[in-house]
């Protein structure tokens, strides 16, 4: 009877010791989330896209960071090429929400900066940077613990500066309001 219950003792207090472990572990590992948001699908020389990268601070807490936020397109107009590239990082934080199981809603700020350059024709080339602070809003549903698919807007205020190199006047630009544009998102979590 006296083994028995050291048995049971050691055996309680192992699996205790193990189990404890085990969680602390899996809650001191931070989830992260990378994927690709679109604005559109122009597959006729222009796209705006961005690429993602989430990581988990606090419980329902992500910092995030967009990539590559921007937009690409060429084209031929007459005998004069036509060239338009921009490319900026947004840095920002989230504040998750679930609704359901599956479906979480997230919102919180974004500091963007970004830069530009196009062609108008062979002689005007124009170099654009930009900041902007923006309030995402946005949805996600998993389709189980790996990957999912999400939506958001992010309305926001921002500020841009031209120039035209010797071609003409620099010129400076504050905007602000609500877009309506929408983005979606492939996510990946790991």
């Known amino acids: 009877m006296h083994i028995r219950n050291i048995t049971f003792s050691l055996l309680v207090t192992l699996t205790t010791i193990f189990t404890t472990g085990s969680l602390l572990a899996q809650d001191a590992k931070p989830k992260r989330e990378v994927g690709l948001q679109f604005r559109n699908f122009d597959f006729n020389g222009g796209g705006n896209f ?34 338009n590239f921009s490319a900026g990082i947004a840095i920002g934080r989230e504040k998750r929400k679930s609704i359901d199981p599956k479906l979480e809603f ?31 809003l946005g949805l996600q549903h998993s389709f189980n ?7 958001e ?34 996510v990946r979590k790991f």
């Open 50 to 83: 961005s690429a993602f990268y989430k990581k988990q601070k606090k419980e329902n807490i992500y910092r995030r960071i967009r990539m590559f936020s921007g937009n690409l397109s060429t084209g031929v107009v007459g005998e004069d090429f036509k060239f």
């Open 106 to 136: 997230y919102q919180g700020p974004e500091f963007s900066f970004g830069m530009g350059l196009s062609t108008l024709n062979e002689d005007d080339v124009i170099f654009n940077f930009s900041t902007s602070f923006g309030w995402v």
């Open 145 to 151: 613990d790996h990957w999912a698919v999400n939506l």
């Open 153 to 186: 807007t992010i309305p926001g205020i921002s500020i841009s500066a031209n120039t035209n190199g010797d071609q003409g006047p620099d010129s400076f630009f504050f905007g602000a309001g609500f877009n309506n544009m929408v983005l979606l998102g492939l």
